[in-house]
Structures are given as structure tokens and as C-alpha cells.
């Protein structure tokens, strides 16, 4: 740790990779990078962080507070940068943007996924056949075949599933939600299958 005069204001640099910094706090919590020093540790478990607001956010996971809300819905969030996801749903932003195609994305993460279908990566490989996978939860799936196991599990009966696509299915038993309405008539169904059978069987007798 070294400081410095620079025309009329000291400035500390960091003896690591020379980086420059006003103040002397921010130097010294930013030495912590290259020590890997972890002064602040969890009460609840044995987690340790390197600054003081990353242990305030993990503490949430044990208390449960939530303090940031949702002003059009009111739900609550642990963490700020969930709530600026969330606020997506409302407004509509899309602000992550495909560089082959015109699709947009509210969460990096799911244009991280998208890109794969244009650059073929495939970085999730099981580890019993070697097939590899552009998604993770596509590997999930695909490990049940070896295992027999079935990772997604009903939270209101406990009914478990090979696929996640196959338990949300099987909720709207327990909601009673019927998501898919025919355009024609405005009738509702559960399944879009149930849905598509009764658009044809309109079709069929002449009533669309």
C-alpha cells in the first residue's frame, strides 16, 4: 500500500496492480481482492464475505426480510437486484438484446441461454453418457433417465416429476387456474391441449 501526491490531492495505490484510490478506506477494502481476507462472517452459518453489504444481503436468506417492494404489485424482494427484474413484468423493458436475431430479453441470464441456440455451445454435460446440453435444467431432465430419480416435486402433494414443465402442469390442479382461453368463445381450460381440441372441434361444426 503505497500513497502518493497528486497536484494537491493524495491519492493511495494499491502495490497489487497499481490501482488508484481517493480515500484510504476504499483502498484497504479493496486490497481484500488480492488477500482474499473475509472479515465478515455469518451468525447463522459459517459463510464469511469480503464486505460488509454482501454479509447484509446474505443474512436475508435467514431472516427473511424482504425490504424492497414492488410498487405496482406490492411483492417483496430480498435483494434490490431482483426487484429490478421483477419491475420487467410490469413495464414490458426488455433491455438484453440478441446480436443475431431481433429477439429481446428482461434478464440477462435468458439471453446468456438464447445465444446458445445460435452458437451451438452446449456447456451442461452429463456425466454418465457424456451428452451435452445448452440448458441446465435440459441435464436435470435428462439425468432421471439414468437415475430414476425425478427432481421436480409438487410442493402442495408432493407428486414428483421427471420434468419441471410436467409439475407446473400438474399445480394448476391444486390452483384450479385455467391460463388458456379460446379467442372465439372466451371459455377457459387448464391445458392447452384441452384448448386446441375444442377450437377444432368448432372448426369442425361450423361455429368459428
Not at 435428462?142 to 430414476?148: I, N
Request: glycine share 4%; net charge positive; hydrophobic share 20%.
Amino acid at each position: 500500500m503505497t500513497n502518493v501526491c497528486d497536484s494537491d490531492r493524495e491519492v493511495f495505490i494499491c502495490s497489487e496492480c497499481r490501482k488508484t484510490f481517493v480515500h484510504k478506506t476504499n483502498l484497504k477494502r479493496h486490497m481484500r481482492c488480492h488477500t482474499a481476507e473475509k472479515p465478515f462472517s455469518c451468525s447463522f452459518c459459517n459463510k464469511s464475505f469480503n464486505r460488509r453489504e454482501h454479509l447484509t444481503t446474505h443474512v436475508r436468506c435467514h431472516s427473511g426480510e424482504k425490504p424492497f417492494s414492488c410498487s405496482v404489485c406490492h411483492t417483496s424482494f430480498s435483494h434490490y437486484s431482483s426487484l429490478d427484474k421483477h419491475t420487467r413484468v410490469h413495464t414490458g423493458e426488455k433491455p438484453f438484446s440478441c446480436s443475431f436475431c431481433t429477439q429481446s430479453f428482461r434478464q440477462r441470464s435468458d439471453l446468456v441461454s438464447h445465444l446458445r441456440i445460435h452458437t451451438g455451445e452446449k456447456p451442461f454435460s452429463c456425466s454418465v453418457c457424456n451428452t451435452s446440453f445448452t440448458q441446465r435444467h435440459t441435464l436435470v431432465q435428462h439425468m432421471s433417465t439414468h437415475t430414476g430419480v425425478k427432481p421436480f416435486s409438487c410442493s402442495v402433494c408432493g407428486k414428483r416429476f421427471s420434468r419441471k414443465g410436467h409439475m407446473t402442469r400438474h399445480m394448476t390442479a391444486h390452483t384450479g387456474k385455467k391460463p388458456f382461453s379460446c379467442s372465439v368463445c372466451g371459455q377457459s381450460f387448464t391445458w392447452q391441449s384441452q384448448m386446441k381440441r375444442h377450437e377444432c372441434a368448432g372448426e369442425s361444426s361450423g361455429t368459428t
